[in-house]
């Protein structure tokens, strides 16, 4: 370990194959010896981004956190690198043109077409969800361990509008898969409420906290919050065809939940700095983020839901080269002031 230790937390946003984004900033910051992760809250796509982070970390240390971030993502649809598959991967097209390309091509349209039309409860007893393979095969005993870091997954409850946080021994391969159901792809998931002893359906985390970031503000945990975001605060122009239309719904709606927490947040901050709160009554959080917006901007709600291994490759390369940069211009922030101007993000 690195002399100056830096311990913070981690909120790792949902986003489908967009989170191969956050894979590449994870990855370079398991570079840093100095930077420990205290706890992870992920929704979806980052809840998965987690529980590989953390079951790695525990039975690897760094380099076991990276080999399991990578074989998730090869799971996913990565493909292992190689020179071979490095020189390749040189020629083929950017992010941003692989993105236009599947946005708007036939096989996009037709899926989107009956994803608006069809329920994934038509297929009865032949349905299943492909997430599920993946899911399963992470190893529980250490994903839901009281060492390492501490793990958060987010889901929506289907009935009640809430959103249900696990942790420890409730994070399931159901839990994750609850985390991830985008309910026009997927059936919703059934979990039992342990208070009540009834099951409950669940949809994707993203509609109530994307991800919930108060998991973090417990006493013991470090005042420095890190959010990986992978879906654009901003957008310029009005959208006016239905993909643009329908995308950017995509990204208010998985954006929304976030906002407010950190609305509350700057709230929080203001009656701090001006008296109306005691020290130490409230948590000053300190709050980072690293995003790509101007790739994002690229891309789209069909490129979630396209992982393939070009797209991927090039997300994973470009939250390294995010994480670079904010590690270069805010390390020495970090533990010590925050990097995001709340009150000018919400003047």
Request: negative net charge; glycine residues 10%.
């Amino acid at each position: 370990m690195g002399s100056n230790k830096i311990r913070l937390n981690l909120a790792l946003q949902g986003g489908g194959a967009h989170g191969a984004f956050t894979w590449g900033v994870l990855d370079r910051l398991l570079d840093d010896e100095d930077i420990e992760v205290a706890a992870i809250s992920g929704t979806s796509a980052g809840a998965m981004n987690g529980a590989a982070f953390k079951s790695g970390w525990l039975e690897g240390g760094r380099e076991g956190a990276r080999e399991n971030l990578n074989w998730l993502w090869q799971q996913l649809g990565a493909i292992q690198e190689t020179p071979m598959t490095q020189w390749m991967l040189a020629f083929a097209p950017s992010a941003a043109v692989l993105g236009r390309a599947f946005e708007y091509s036939l096989g996009n349209a037709v899926a989107d077409a009956a994803a608006r039309f069809a329920s994934p409860y038509a297929w009865g007893p032949f349905w299943d969800n492909p997430l599920r393979n993946v899911a399963e095969r992470f190893h529980y005993e250490a994903v839901c361990a009281a060492d390492g870091p501490r793990l958060f997954v987010g889901a929506t409850n289907v009935q009640t509008g809430k959103i249900r946080v696990f942790s420890g021994d409730e994070i399931t391969p159901d839990a994750i898969l609850a985390s991830a159901c985008l309910p026009t792809l997927f059936q919703a998931v059934e979990i039992e409420n342990p208070a009540t002893g009834e099951s409950e359906a669940y949809w994707d985390g993203g509609y109530t906290g994307n991800p919930a970031l108060f998991p973090l503000f417990a006493p013991d945990l470090p005042d420095d919050v890190l959010i990986v975001n992978i879906n654009p605060l901003e957008r310029a122009g009005v959208p006016t065809t239905p993909q643009q239309i329908h995308n950017r719904i995509n990204e208010i709606s998985f954006n929304s939940s976030l906002l407010r927490e950190l609305r509350a947040i700057a709230f929080v901050k203001r009656l701090l700095k001006d008296g109306s709160l005691n020290r130490g009554s409230m948590k000053d959080v300190l709050v980072h983020m690293i995003a790509d917006d101007a790739l994002m901007n690229e891309l789209s709600v069909a490129t979630k839901l396209a992982p393939g291994p070009v797209l991927l490759s090039r997300l994973k390369a470009a939250g390294r080269v995010a994480a670079d940069g904010f590690l270069a211009a805010h390390k020495g922030d970090l533990n010590q002031r925050s990097t995001v101007d709340l009150q000018a993000m919400y003047d």
